[in-house]
C-alpha cells in the first residue's frame, strides 16, 4: 500500500504566505513525478506546480513567481510555498504522484486526499 498524506492547508489573508507538504510512505522504491493540483468551486481540476525526482520544476503561468514547489527525496515529501496569496487561488489543493515504482507492481498514479486553502480578501 501507498498512498499520500498533504498538511498546510487553511484560511490566509491576502498577501499572505502558507505551505503545504505532501509525504509519500508505504512500500516503493522511487516515485518519479510529484507535484499539486488544485480545484476551486465549479471548476476543473487544474495543474499548479510538478517537480521531478531530479529537481526541475514546471508551474502554472498563474502561480508562476510566487509558488514555489520542492523535494525532499530521502523523505519522500514534497512541498509547495505559496506567497503572495490571492483570493483566486482559493481551493482545495491534492497532492499528486506519476510512476510510482514498487516491489512486484507499480501504481501510473495516486493522488492525496486534498487540504483546503482559502484566501480571505
Known amino acids: 500500500q501507498v498512498q499520500l498524506v498533504e498538511s498546510g492547508g487553511g484560511l490566509v489573508q491576502a498577501g499572505g504566505s502558507l505551505t503545504l507538504s505532501c509525504t509519500a510512505s508505504g512500500s516503493f522504491s522511487s516515485i518519479n513525478l510529484m507535484g499539486w493540483y488544485r480545484q476551486a468551486p465549479g471548476k476543473q481540476r487544474e495543474l499548479v506546480a510538478v517537480?521531478?525526482?531530479?529537481?526541475?520544476?514546471n508551474y502554472a503561468d498563474s502561480v508562476k513567481g510566487r509558488f514555489t514547489v520542492s523535494r525532499d527525496n530521502a523523505k519522500n515529501t514534497v512541498r509547495l510555498q505559496m506567497d503572495s496569496l490571492g483570493p483566486e487561488d482559493t481551493a482545495v489543493y491534492y497532492c499528486?504522484?506519476?510512476?510510482?515504482?514498487?516491489?512486484?507492481?507499480?501504481?501510473?498514479?495516486?493522488w492525496g486526499q486534498g487540504t483546503q486553502v482559502t484566501i480571505s480578501s
Open positions: 499528486n504522484a506519476k510512476n510510482i515504482r514498487r516491489y512486484g507492481s507499480d501504481y501510473p498514479e495516486l
Open positions: 517537480i521531478t525526482s531530479g529537481g526541475t520544476a
